[in-house]
């Protein structure tokens, strides 16, 4: 069973910049297209960005097309997402999993707050 945790969260400012890592440990990531996702208060848990494995694919919900960015390290066991030009809106808990979520691999996740 793959184990995750995510870091890099933080506050910041509309328009500010962070980026957003995954930390793999039993297992190597490799092998498993990944995905971030992310919950705002009162909200379901959504899709964000999936990348294949290998890297050669990406997705991005709409809603952060243009500004988020998502890849990948598989030397070292890592899935990342910078995200630029932050709002608001983006105000969340953000997960990783496998593109298409393992209940059972789900981590903390990591807070990112964007005030105006």
């Known amino acids: 069973q793959v184990q995750l945790a995510e870091f890099g969260g933080g506050s910041v400012q509309t328009g500010g910049s962070l980026t957003l890592s995954c930390a793999a440990s039993r297992r190597p990531l490799r092998n498993y297209a990944m995905g971030w996702f992310r919950q705002a208060p009162g909200k379901e848990r959504e899709f964000v960005a999936g990348?294949?494995?290998?890297?050669?694919?990406?997705d991005y919900a709409d809603s952060v097309k243009g500004r988020f960015t998502i890849s990948r390290d598989d030397a070292k066991n890592t899935v990342s997402l910078q995200m630029n030009s932050l709002k608001p809106e983006d105000t969340a808990v953000y997960y990783c999993?496998?593109?298409?979520?393992?209940?059972?691999?789900w981590g903390q996740g990591t807070q990112v707050t964007v005030s105006s």
């Open positions: 990348i294949s494995v290998n890297g050669g694919s990406t």
């Open positions: 999993n496998t593109w298409s979520p393992n209940r059972d691999f």
